[in-house]
């Protein structure tokens, strides 16, 4: 179950709307990136979302920060660019220096500009079906299990991590489309006994080949949203495959799906900004 295909066909409408906004409005739909401190993988998690930015005629805007900024100076940082009319969306790249209140610099971007769904007020309006914005990487699954025709109605979801960007998120979202969903994670009892019983599974686990073939139904729909060194996702792949209906590679699968959706959202948000439909 690849995501490039619905990755590129997202992509394609961003940049068409881009066009289009940039004829009514003058000005190109713009993301600002906030990076704290010099972690490598972060770096270029930044640098791949500005160049697929660049190459849809988003305009980016970085503001990289020292490892030893502080709660107030990042949440100082984030109210600036809320505060400018000119930016239309805004991501703080996580994880950030354990001395930071990642919550309260993620609740600093407004609802509005909170293009990668990670704000308290996002995760709540996600949750109810309001307006807002969800979190990327949840909500290109989503997306991507429509692409390839795979309804959550009734089925057993069975969601491996409980992460507020990822598995929370991912848990609600699968709620909503009338999923019933069991959230398992590092306290869980007897994981291989639950996935069993899954029609779906979502691994969100950050650790390599985590979920084995054996513990699959035969038929089972399998996401892996991992990303761990090496290119290796949380699920062992090669097992998996005898028994999966439908199972995400990594990388081409969950991964483009996520920049996907914030090169949407931004766009998404400068329209709504701009009071365009
Ligand atoms: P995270 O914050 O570290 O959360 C990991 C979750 O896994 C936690 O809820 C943890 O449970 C649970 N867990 C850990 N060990 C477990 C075990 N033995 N059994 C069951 N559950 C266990 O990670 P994250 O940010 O959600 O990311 C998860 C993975 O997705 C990572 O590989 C990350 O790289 C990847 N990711 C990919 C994308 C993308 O665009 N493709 C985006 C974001 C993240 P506790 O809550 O009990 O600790």
């Not at 992509?11 to 704290?36: N, S, Y």
């Not at 309001?130 to 909500?139: I, M």
């Not at 995400?248 to 400068?270: K, N, R, Y």
């Amino acid at each position: 179950m690849p995501g490039t295909e619905s990755a590129r066909e997202i992509m394609a409408c961003a940049a068409e709307r881009t066009v289009r906004f940039e004829q009514q409005t003058g000005e190109k739909p713009c993301l600002a990136t906030v990076l704290v401190g010099d972690d490598p993988a972060s770096a270029t998690y930044v640098r791949m979302k500005r160049n697929r930015c660049a190459k849809l005629g988003i305009e980016s805007r970085h503001v990289p920060l020292p490892a030893s900024t502080t709660t107030e100076a990042l949440v100082a940082a984030i109210t600036e660019l809320a505060d400018d009319p000119a930016v239309h969306g805004i991501l703080l790249q996580h994880p950030v220096p354990g001395h930071i209140d990642e919550r309260a610099a993620f609740d600093a971007i407004p609802v509005g500009k909170d293009v990668d769904g990670v704000g308290s007020s996002s995760f709540a309006a996600m949750a109810f079906g309001r307006d807002g914005f969800a979190s990327c990487t949840p909500a290109g699954i989503m997306r991507l299990l429509d692409a390839y025709g795979v309804d959550p109605s009734g089925k057993h979801a069975v969601v491996i991590g409980r992460s507020p960007i990822l598995g929370k998120p991912m848990a609600m979202l699968l709620l909503a489309r009338d999923a019933t969903v069991t959230v398992c994670h590092s306290k869980t009892g007897d994981l291989p006994s639950i996935v069993r019983t899954a029609d779906i599974v979502v691994a969100a686990v950050g650790k390599p080949e985590f979920v084995r073939g054996e513990w699959l139904k035969p038929g089972a729909v399998v996401v892996d949203a991992g990303y761990n060194e090496g290119n290796v996702g949380d699920v062992a792949f090669d097992e998996a495959g005898t028994r999966a209906q439908l199972l995400t590679p990594v990388p081409g699968g969950v991964g483009p799906m996520t920049i996907a959706l914030l090169m949407e959202q931004t766009v998404e948000a400068a329209f709504r900004q701009a009071g365009l439909p």
